[in-house]
């Protein structure tokens, strides 16, 4: 292509908005409310508009680009591979998915060794579904309020918040439980010692629907857009025991908090915790290219040596996406990536901490590695919501708005913000987003004042 024609011929910013809107659908939108960012390219931890406008990309785009945007290593990789083989039908073996499946059982955790490839973590989570109900013979499957697990329809009813309404009654044996979230606990009503009823509920749920009926308890092992919950200590192994014990499946969705974005190769890791199944994407390809993928133990791979495996996806095990993957894993690994997710990790923690400080309206800040929220209240005493659930207030809208003038890009998610940067960032560059962020609350700041 001729570049000078093509300089010539680029579109404006309101042109790229304005065409995508007439031909185009928005996801989780009224599209009369739409107004995205014409973001025309990126490196590192940046992006920038039609309107050469920077951003810092304090979200990781949706949590996924881990390494940071615009590494030449994995694009590179992607045209060898387009050169050499750009599809294979999923009955085939190629060397692609010899290398990746075998990388991949180096870095998850205990016997987590077979792999079912999919074009994302909504699929993965679907063929989660048919692996624990195939594999156990059971059909009914316990999820929490606080979590998404993908918009495809078991996975959206496998969802807990409000994304799931517009698709129910969804799959049936679908039964739902209360989340680990100290900061609004409903048991232990965040007293300085947690009681762990969290996991007394579960059992009183098993033991109400019946544990000879339960193929398995699917969680994300640190829930995403739902609030960054980092499970307390004990968690983790607790559940880990209870389904021990009444012979379920535990299946932990890392699509958001697996590949470093906590400061481990996957968040279970923090807990030493082997899940039966865990699910993987995002951070994967760091979204380079769709990828996800279903890991099992050996044994629920071995069940399916003499017995049907029902599913199947076109592009499963596309060799783009797992040349992409492979050479994302690198990047981790040469860059340290992991080890800097950690290191800033500790950094962030202290910025968040800082800002519960300093600010009367920030009522609550989890994180764990670069994975990190900040729940805004009108009151901190009675934990007030500074928007109500599923729903947004002036003061949260004026925020938005605040950082994407001041150019921060996160997710501003009913009486939350998110703080995900990819996991490339330095001090300096994360210390120049917290300063905008630190400006803001200026914002939720003054409706305190007012209340």
């Known amino acids: 292509m001729n570049t000078k024609l093509h300089e010539q011929t680029r579109m404006t910013a309101d042109e790229i908005v304005s065409l995508s809107k007439k031909y185009t659908l928005f996801e989780w939108s009224a599209q009369n409310n739409v107004n995205p960012i014409p973001v025309v390219r990126a490196k590192g931890i940046y992006f920038w508009d039609a309107n050469d406008k920077r951003y810092i990309d304090f979200n990781s785009q949706l949590m996924c680009v881990n390494i940071g945007h615009g590494d030449e290593r994995v694009i590179e990789a992607i045209r060898r591979q387009a050169e050499q083989l750009a599809y294979a039908n999923p009955f085939m073996a190629t060397e692609v998915r010899a290398r990746l499946g075998q990388m991949l059982a180096e870095i998850t955790p205990g016997n987590l060794n077979k792999f079912f490839f999919t074009l994302g973590g909504a699929e993965a989570n679907e063929n989660a579904i048919k692996i624990a109900r195939a594999y156990t013979g059971k059909h009914k499957i316990i999820v929490r309020?606080?979590?998404?697990?993908?918009?495809?329809?078991?996975?959206?009813?496998?969802?807990?918040?409000?994304?799931?309404?517009?698709?129910?009654?969804?799959?049936?044996?679908?039964?739902?439980?209360?989340?680990?979230?100290?900061?609004?606990?409903?048991?232990?009503?965040?007293?300085?010692?947690?009681?762990?009823?969290?996991?007394?509920?579960?059992?009183?749920?098993?033991?109400?629907?019946?544990?000879?009926?339960?193929?398995?308890?699917?969680?994300?092992?640190?829930?995403?857009?739902?609030?960054?919950?980092?499970?307390?200590?004990?968690?983790?192994?607790?559940?880990?025991?209870?389904?021990?014990?009444?012979?379920?499946?535990?299946?932990?969705?890392?699509?958001?908090?697996?590949?470093?974005?906590?400061?481990?190769?996957?968040?279970?890791?923090?807990?030493?915790?082997?899940?039966?199944?865990?699910?993987?994407?995002?951070?994967?390809?760091?979204?380079?290219?769709?990828?996800?993928?279903?890991?099992?133990?050996?044994?629920?791979?071995?069940?399916?040596?003499?017995?049907m495996f029902y599913g199947g996806l076109t592009y499963n095990s596309h060799p783009m996406s797992l040349a992409a993957a492979i050479a994302t894993i690198n990047v981790y690994k040469e860059d340290n990536l992991i080890e800097n997710a950690r290191r800033m990790g500790q950094k962030m923690s202290a910025l968040l901490t800082d800002l519960k400080k300093k600010h009367p309206s920030v009522g609550d800040v989890r994180s764990l590695g670069l994975f990190g929220i900040v729940e805004l209240v009108r009151d901190q005493k009675t934990r007030e919501p500074m928007a109500p659930y599923n729903g947004s207030s002036p003061e949260m809208q004026k925020l938005g708005a605040f950082f994407r003038e001041n150019g921060l890009y996160t997710f501003v998610r009913w009486n939350t913000f998110f703080t995900n940067p990819p996991l490339c960032i330095n001090e300096a560059q994360l210390k120049e987003g917290f300063e905008i962020i630190d400006r803001a609350l200026e914002i939720a700041d003054a409706a305190i004042r007012k209340s």
Not at 185 to 192: A, D, I, M, T
Not at 236 to 260: A, H, N, P, Q, T
Not at 261 to 290: N, Q
Request: glycine content about 10%; charged content about 25%; aromatic content about 10%.
């Open 145 to 307: 309020y606080r979590s998404y697990h993908g918009a495809t329809a078991g996975a959206i009813t496998l969802t807990g918040d409000p994304r799931r309404w517009g698709a129910e009654p969804g799959i049936p044996g679908i039964v739902r439980v209360f989340d680990p979230l100290r900061y609004r606990c409903p048991f232990c009503k965040n007293l300085e010692s947690c009681t762990m009823d969290c996991l007394n509920h579960i059992e009183e749920v098993i033991q109400y629907e019946g544990s000879q009926n339960i193929a398995a308890v699917i969680i994300e092992t640190v829930t995403g857009t739902n609030g960054i919950i980092v499970p307390p200590p004990g968690y983790m192994k607790g559940l880990r025991e209870l389904c021990d014990k009444y012979r379920i499946l535990l299946v932990c969705d890392e699509v958001m908090s697996g590949f470093g974005r906590t400061g481990e190769w996957f968040a279970v890791d923090h807990w030493k915790v082997v899940p039966d199944i865990m699910t993987m994407a995002k951070g994967l390809t760091s979204a380079y290219l769709p990828l996800g993928a279903v890991a099992m133990r050996e044994e629920i791979g071995e069940h399916f040596k003499d017995k």
